[in-house]
């Protein structure tokens, strides 16, 4: 049975839609998985999560920024940014349903060998270490606690990783690297200002791919987050993020070659 990772979702279910019709249209038993950022910025951000949802074991989800600020936001935890189209969400009659399982769904996971997570991972973490640092905020995320952690989640410190970090501190830095990560140090130092291509680093800065001697070099990762960073398939990494809330494409790849399947999407959102 063939595996499909699907880029950026963000609240585009029409063409969600019409990229699995695609890739069924060749490979009828297609399961599939989703980088993350699920909703927001899309016009269909109830919709997308009712169909994703509603696939069961067809889909498996990772969490992306996007998702966890929903939750977030729907718990009077964050305000609504005004590029945020979520208020369908927040008002539909199965809304605590599909926050719930939302909130449990992981932020990284292995399929077919490939370590699929939203953003990024520090270089410093070897593959099992990732899937368990991960296992540590979904414990919590599900747990009874989980809007006393959405309460600490947001903020920017600590930057670097440290084994020996506990608390709020160590959960904050593992979500920032799942699902905020674009650039860093060569020590793991992370940078979330910046959103610019890969060949426009902050100085003392690189894709957190590039940093020598990163511990999952040898694990094939997919991730999405980075749409001016586009499409990038390499043995080793699958870039998915081709910014089809901006006018981009979706694209899908799949997990067996990495052969790769898109759609043309239009413009929802312009950037700015």
């Given at each position: 049975m063939s595996i499909f990772a699907?880029?950026?979702a963000q609240g585009c279910c029409q063409q969600v839609l019409t990229l699995i019709q695609k890739v069924r249209a060749a490979s009828p038993k297609a399961t599939f998985v989703f980088v993350g950022d699920l909703v927001n910025r899309g016009p269909q951000s109830l919709e997308t999560l009712r169909f994703i949802r509603g696939l069961g074991q067809q889909a498996k989800v990772v969490l992306g920024n996007h998702d966890l600020h929903l939750l977030a936001l729907a718990h009077g935890i964050r305000k609504l940014h005004k590029s945020d189209t979520l208020n369908e969400i927040?008002?539909?009659p199965d809304r605590e349903q599909l926050?719930?399982?939302?909130?449990?769904q992981p932020l990284a996971l292995m399929e077919r060998g490939h370590l699929v997570v939203h953003a990024g991972v520090l270089p410093q973490w070897s593959t099992q270490q990732t899937l368990d640092l991960a296992q540590e905020v979904s414990d919590v995320?599900?747990?009874p606690n989980w809007l006393d952690f959405l309460r600490q989640m947001y903020g920017n410190k600590p930057d670097c990783w440290d084994d020996a970090l506990q608390g709020a501190d160590r959960l904050r830095c593992i979500v920032n690297a799942l699902t905020r990560l674009r650039f860093c140090r060569a020590d793991g130092t992370m940078e979330f200002t910046s959103?610019?291509?890969?060949a426009d680093a902050p100085t003392g800065y690189m894709p957190w791919f590039d940093v020598p001697q990163r511990q999952t070099a040898a694990t094939p990762i997919v991730f999405g987050h980075w749409s001016t960073l586009g499409?990038?398939?390499?043995?080793?990494?699958?870039?998915?993020?081709?910014?089809?809330?901006?006018?981009?494409?979706?694209?899908a790849v799949s997990l067996d070659d990495h052969a790769v399947?898109?759609?043309?999407?239009p413009q929802q959102r312009k950037p700015g």
């Open positions: 699907i880029g950026d927040l008002a539909a926050l719930d399982w939302l909130r449990r995320l599900s747990g959103t610019e291509g890969a499409l990038t398939v390499r043995d080793n990494l699958v870039g998915l993020d081709t910014g089809c809330v901006w006018g981009g494409k979706l694209t399947v898109q759609i043309d999407c």
